[in-house]
């Protein structure tokens, strides 16, 4: 069975690198060592063990100083030129995938760096289509107690969501400091999450209760996200003590199942759409290359030459044949059929209809069909 990839995304200080130590911990208890990439060319120290690291391939600081650019415009080049060589990436991974379960994956504190960026999608899109991929969204839980906070973290994900077109598990991380409870209940009871604006301080003078600018901005919102809540796993932990990480890997599973039971076929649909979009494109740029070159036309083709009205054939450039001259073949050799793939096919298939249909002759032999047109200009 292929490996789960889980891609960890969050804002900066959400606690992605050490939720991640803890996962790779929890896995080595279960014997079940995980594939460890980390993607984060800034990060100063990364405390475990890596089986792929950006920073073995890109230097951050000379990023920063070669292309003269600030620190997060150097993570986003950084990631652009790894990016370059992310097939050779997913060929190791996928070399010793029969090896781990799952491949974990970090990524920069900066997360409009990974997600907003074409590197980005690149390096996702490259996992999602070898191995079934599942994003990991962390939250600060206590940093996220209040109403708007919540909903700016979720609109967040919301985006992401979209943007990666994977499915995604909401983790509220720090649970030993906040228990995520609150946040479930606001994702899954509507009047809970309507009490806590009312009720919230920011939000509310003693007169406004609820009915100001920002309540009712972030109560049109909560209405909006409502259906996407209903797709995402939910699961509270902490980093610090290990809780929920069972709770986690089950979320996971239960992700891998929904990725190859609707996301894998609906990402096949998608491309084999864009392929057939593509393959539309060319056949009309190819009926616009024969209408140029007059192949597709039933009158005659025009001819724009001098000689056009010398009848002699020598004027043409035409010459005799000469005798001691090997003589050549015009159509590919047997053995070298192979070599043409099926788009080569369809273009000369189409010309060599185009060339029967001009010089009105039905056998396909193209150097007869020259010497056929010859005679009858003479
Ligand atoms: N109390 C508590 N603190 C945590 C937990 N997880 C992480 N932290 C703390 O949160 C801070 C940020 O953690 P990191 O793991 O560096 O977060 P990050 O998202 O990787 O940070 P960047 O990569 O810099 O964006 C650190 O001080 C951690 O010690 C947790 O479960 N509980």
């Given at each position: ?68 650019l ?43 760096c ?6 980005g999608?690149i ?30 973290n ?10 990666t ?11 030993d ?8 209940e ?16 920011e939000?509310?003078d ?13 109560n ?15 699961v ?21 199942e ?14 084999k ?12 740029q ?7 070159l ?10 724009l030459?001098?000689?056009?009205d ?28 192979g ?5 080569n ?30 005679r009858?200009q003479?």
């Amino acid at each position: 069975m292929a490996p789960a990839t889980i891609i960890c995304v969050g804002m900066a200080g959400s606690g992605k690198t050490t939720f991640l130590q803890r996962l790779n911990s929890h896995l080595h208890t279960k014997k079940e060592a995980p594939y460890v990439i980390n993607l984060d060319p800034a990060v100063l120290k990364v405390p475990f063990g890596c089986n792929i690291d950006i920073r073995d391939s890109v230097k951050y600081k000379k990023v920063m100083e070669n292309y003269n650019l600030g620190p997060n415009g150097a993570i986003v080049t950084s990631l652009n030129l790894f990016s370059t060589k992310i097939d050779q990436v997913i060929g190791l991974v996928d070399k010793k995938s029969d090896k781990f379960k799952h491949c974990i994956v970090d990524t920069p504190g900066q997360i409009e760096c990974f997600i907003w960026s074409a590197s980005g999608a690149i390096i996702t899109e490259a996992f999602a289509s070898t191995f079934p991929t599942v994003i990991a969204y962390i939250i600060d839980t206590p940093r996220s107690s209040s109403p708007t906070t919540f909903i700016s973290n979720m609109l967040y994900a919301c985006s992401i969501l979209y943007k990666t077109k994977l499915p995604m598990i909401v983790v509220f991380n720090k649970t030993d400091v906040r228990d995520a409870d609150f946040a479930k209940e606001w994702m899954t009871d509507f009047e809970a999450f309507q009490n806590a604006l009312r009720t919230n301080s920011e939000l509310n003078d003693e007169t406004s209760n609820g009915s100001g600018y920002m309540a009712s901005l972030v109560n049109s919102m909560s209405l909006m996200l409502e259906e996407f809540y209903s797709t995402l796993d939910v699961v509270g932990c902490s980093a610090y003590t290990g809780a929920g990480f069972d709770e986690f890997l089950d979320a996971v599973d239960s992700k891998v199942e929904e990725y190859n039971d609707y996301y894998q076929k609906e990402r096949e649909r998608i491309i084999k759409e864009k392929e057939e979009k593509e393959k539309e494109a060319k056949q009309k740029q190819l009926s616009h290359l024969m209408k140029d070159l007059g192949l597709g036309k039933k009158e005659p083709v025009d001819t724009l030459s001098d000689a056009e009205d010398e009848d002699d054939g020598y004027e043409h450039g035409l010459v005799e044949p000469d005798i001691n001259e090997p003589q050549r073949e015009y159509t590919f050799a047997e053995d070298r059929n192979g070599e043409i793939d099926e788009n080569n096919k369809q273009v000369q298939e189409v010309y060599q209809k185009a060339f029967e249909k001009n010089s009105k002759v039905a056998k396909s032999d193209v150097a007869e069909t020259i010497a056929n047109y010859i005679r009858q200009q003479r």
